[in-house]
């Protein structure tokens, strides 16, 4: 091999392969008709599956004529097969399909929801979970995942925060690393076993920042807020190695993202370097004639030149293309780029030496949904809950007496994977109940009552479950259900309420006004904690909610979030105490929707209310509520207690091109084993532009066993104190920078140093 890199001019390996491949695609490509190149543009959907509104007709009769590139949301390796022997067989070149899907937050294995996963700030956990569905995927068909989904989130109105890692940009930021290692692998490693897929890191770019949470809605802000904080988690995966991108559905400075130069090349492509393939979103080319910018043919030919390479559904990529060139709108070099980067793509992943590599019934029926998957899941799962309140030590539950399990979210399976688990089958899950039940032991007498239906408003509960997982409408009315579940209460010494969002109620087109749990179900509540027992909310969300009352009224909380196909089990491993919560909370928690967006990594204003203080006059607050959430970014309760000692720095200054390490020693004052999130904070005192009042830079997961200590360390260099200023340069910028570390984005243990 080294002596062919030679020959070819090569200087390693890595430049062999990619002479090979450029060789090869050009061979190929002088093959191809002006229809067959236009044709790998083409992403029809096919199947089952359903995740957006088009469809697409004749597939199999295109693909034979070499108008397809890839297809999606076709499940199963036999069927897939089936499609590729089409594409391999019967087209005049015999080009292979890409075939892509959803997998989320897993394949049939499910991991809890993104959020959740963010949740356990476990970064060997984030990635093993994306390996895992790799496996299971790989062996099944799917050689593309549309994952991970990086948008920033900051306004949990918006029913996608559930499918993204939060609202920080560091956390944000090293999450993408995580999954786009556990589906490609890591640099230098990628695409090299048969178990690894191509991520397509979504949604580029700024989706998360719709105005008033409205799903699809405009996004306008300043290129410094663009790059400080939204274009991390991008540029992060990008950097990793990610394989393809997805343009969002959005505009970006009114141009939408599909048709966006600027976003799609100058950016992703002159400035970040990054060499994959970009495709639209579902119907993404052809939305953009309800945007205002063009007709059918407009779009297509825009989105072309903007850098877009692959058209999901609309078909407006591979058939304006054709049009365009004889208009000469579109070049030649144009569409060859496009089809070259589709090409590559299926080179990179082995389909043109194995067309059929990824379709593996036998290995697919031992790898997929294994027990040892689902044991890991298990174990992930239970470590991105989040501990809220446990006044009165109520949690752990003891294994003795009479348990009630009370709630309209307490007996249904198919709502535990949560939204986006378009491959998992919901009904082999088990539910609380039955997680309850199995967990708690023969000394644990279990009861259950359903307590109140989800929703009192019909409507509400109907488009909450439009994927079909509705929970069961009860037919008997309100009073009956409570009557049953005050009866069930009064015979329990301790009560589970299963209560909160169904699955669906978080997601795409999931955006919600009203961020409360719904109202039957507090009423339920009330009524529950009035029996006198003491009362655990397992509360279950795709999203921050606005518990003000209930982290004020209930003894304890248990945020689960939805925590995928072994959810039941590990959160009743919580609640027994198998497994000491860990999970700190990636979003802050609002009082109230009045006071979103809520974040903890906010600019002061020229008026800032006082430390502590609820309202001071001509000071930057509300008249009706204070400043603070419920909850803040970073928090999360224990079984056991941690203390920290004062923040050290190994400098009082540090030069541009060196380091400092700050450390901090943690201690577990309780009784029990923990895990503690130790998080590092920076603030930037002065400096050009007006910077964050704090701002996460590290974190680290450690055990400690009762009464042990241990010194956590952080390095800091000069990336951790640039940022993009008002001319759009990266600076770091001579000052005093002071440094917090502690359990949540509060942390008071600080230190200072300079910057020279």
Known sequence: MLLAALALGCSDRQSYRDAKMDAFIDGLMEKMTLEEKAGQLNLPVAGTIVTGEGVSVGVEDRIANGEVGGLFNVKGAAEIRRYQQIAVEKSRLGIPLIFGMDVIHGYETVFPIPLGLAASFDMEAVEQSAHIAAVEASAD???????????????????????????????????????VYGYQGRPGEQFVSKDQIMACVKHFALYGGAEAGRDYNTVDMSRQRMFNEYMTGYKAAADAGAGSFMASFNVVDDVPA????????????????????????????????????????EVGVRALNAGMDM??????????????????????????????????????????????????????????????????????????????????????????????????????????????????QHSRCATLLDGIKE????????????????????????????????????????????????????????????????????????????????????????????TGKPVVLVLFDGRPLTIEWESKNVPAILNVWFGGTEAAYSIADVLFGDV???????????????????????????????????????????????????????????????????????????????????????????????????????????????????????????????????????????????????????????GEFRVYIGGDSRATAEASFELL
């Open 439 to 530: 967990v708690a032991g023969p000394d644990v007498r279990v009861l259950y009552a359903k307590g109140s239906n989800l929703c009192s408003d019909y409507a509400l509960e109907m488009n909450s479950t439009m994927f079909g997982r509705e929970l069961g409408r009860d037919s008997r009315t309100d009073r009956q259900l409570l009557d049953e579940a005050l009866a069930v209460a009064r015979r329990s010494d301790v009560i589970v309420a299963a209560l909160g969002e169904a699955s669906e109620m978080s997601g795409e087109s999931s955006s919600r006004t009203s961020l409360d749990i719904p109202d039957v179900q507090k009423e339920l509540l009330k009524a529950l904690l009035k």
């Open 580 to 734: 000491n919560p860990s999970g700190k909370l990636p979003m802050t928690f609002p009082k109230n929707v009045g006071q979103i967006p809520i974040y903890y990594a906010h600019k002061n204003t020229g008026r800032p209310l006082d430390e502590g203080k609820w309202f001071m006059k001509f000071r930057s607050n509300y008249l009706d509520v204070d400043n603070d959430p419920v909850y803040p970014f970073g928090y999360g309760l224990s079984y056991t207690t941690f203390e920290y000692g004062p923040v050290t720095l190994s400098s009082a200054s540090m030069k541009p091109d060196g380091k400092i390490v700050a450390s901090v020693k943690v201690t577990n004052t309780g009784s029990v084993a923990g895990k503690e999130v130790v998080q590092m904070y920076i603030r930037d005192v002065k400096a050009s532009s007006s910077r964050p009042v704090r701002e996460l830079k590290g974190f680290e997961k450690v055990l400690l066993q009762p009464g042990e200590s241990r010194e956590v360390s952080f390095e800091i260099g000069v990336d951790a104190l640039s940022f993009w200023n008002q001319q759009m340069e990266y600076v770091a910028e001579p």
């Open 311 to 424: 058209d999901m559904v609309a078909e407006a990529l591979p058939t304006q293309a054709i049009v365009g060139l004889k208009n000469g709108e579109v070049t030649m070099k144009t569409i060859d780029r496009a089809c070259r980067r589709i090409l590559e793509a299926k080179y990179k992943l082995g389909l043109f030496d194995d067309p059929y590599k990824f379709c593996r019934e036998q290995e697919a029926a031992s790898v997929v949904y294994s027990a040892e998957n689902r044991a890991i899941a298990r174990r992930i799962s239970g470590e991105s809950y989040v501990l809220l309140r446990n006044e009165g030590d109520v949690l752990p539950l003891d294994r003795k007496g009479t348990v009630a399990v009370i709630g309209p979210l307490a007996k249904t399976a198919e709502n535990m994977p949560g939204t986006w688990s378009v491959a998992a």
């Open 141 to 179: 068909g799917i050689a593309w995942t549309f994952s991970p989904m990086v948008d920033l989130g900051r306004d949990p109105r918006w029913g996608r925060v559930s499918e993204g890692s939060g609202e920080d940009p560091y956390l944000n930021a090293r999450i993408a690393e995580a999954m």
């Open 258 to 297: 599909s048709v966006n130069k600027w976003l799609l090349t100058d950016v992703l492509r002159d400035q970040w370097g990054w060499d994959g393939f970009v495709v639209s979103d579902y119907t993404g080319i052809s939305e953009c004639i309800l945007h205002g910018v063009g007709d059918y043919h």
